[in-house]
């Protein structure tokens, strides 16, 4: 059986009430308060923060919610992740700027990061990084590893497998959908660990249930699979 990685990104709505913070509950309510401070435009606290972690800890979560509660805030911000291979100029009009999956960064990408920390920091804006390593052990251009090192380090934790399992009931007893221990021992070790995919997953296979008027069950796991 395949591996399911689902990419969950922005358009699912990521924020910091869907986010199961466990024992990342540190970093989480750091975000919070620093994007409380952000009143209409620019965030309290000009300090950066840097997020990091393995895959399914929840980087790129907090990254998007932080900028969709910017958002609301009627904030823009610059978003660079390792897919944006031409990044485009620093915005004096960003109230933040937003930096994914920083170990992935091409010598492009390094030079653009730079030049928009270097930016906001001038300008009082904030920065939030998040990468698969913590500073010391990056290997970036050492002007900008020394910058993403210097102010809130935080260390994600991929949450335990009775943490998913609690989180993964709670949502389903909320939908009113019934998972048996069979199936949620299957999820549990057939598919990402992210927690985020495993939500989506619970709604893939949700809505998959009421279509075909089936129970989750594994075969019907199986079933939705080979559908796709």
Not at 91 to 117: K, P
Request: aromatic fraction near 8%.
């Amino acid at each position: 059986m395949k591996q399911l990685a689902l990419d969950i990104g922005i358009a699912t709505g990521p924020s910091f009430d869907a986010f199961f913070a466990g024992p990342n509950e540190a970093a989480l309510r750091h975000l919070q308060l620093w994007v409380g401070g952000a009143g209409n435009s620019v965030p309290h606290s000009p300090v950066p923060t840097y997020l990091w972690g393995e895959s399914g800890s929840g980087k790129s979560h907090l990254l998007e919610s932080v900028r969709v509660a910017l958002r609301e805030q009627g904030a823009s911000v610059g978003w660079l992740h390792a897919g944006l291979l031409e990044p485009p100029e620093f915005d004096e009009r960003w109230g933040a700027v937003l930096l994914d999956d920083v170990h992935l960064y091409t010598a492009v990408q390094q030079h653009a990061a730079f030049n928009w920390f270097v930016n906001a920091q001038t300008l009082q804006r904030g920065v939030v990084a998040a990468g698969a390593l913590p500073p010391a052990d990056l290997s970036l251009r050492e002007d900008l590893r020394t910058r993403l090192g210097w102010g809130h380090v935080f260390h994600l934790q991929v949450l335990s497998e009775s943490e998913r399992r609690a989180v993964l009931r709670q949502a389903a007893d909320a939908r009113g959908v019934m998972l048996s221990d069979d199936v949620l021992d299957y999820m549990l070790h057939r598919f990402s660990r992210d927690l985020g995919s495993l939500m989506e997953l619970l709604t893939q296979l949700d809505g998959y249930a009421l279509q075909t008027q089936r129970a989750i069950t594994i075969p019907l796991i199986r079933s939705m699979l080979e559908n796709e």
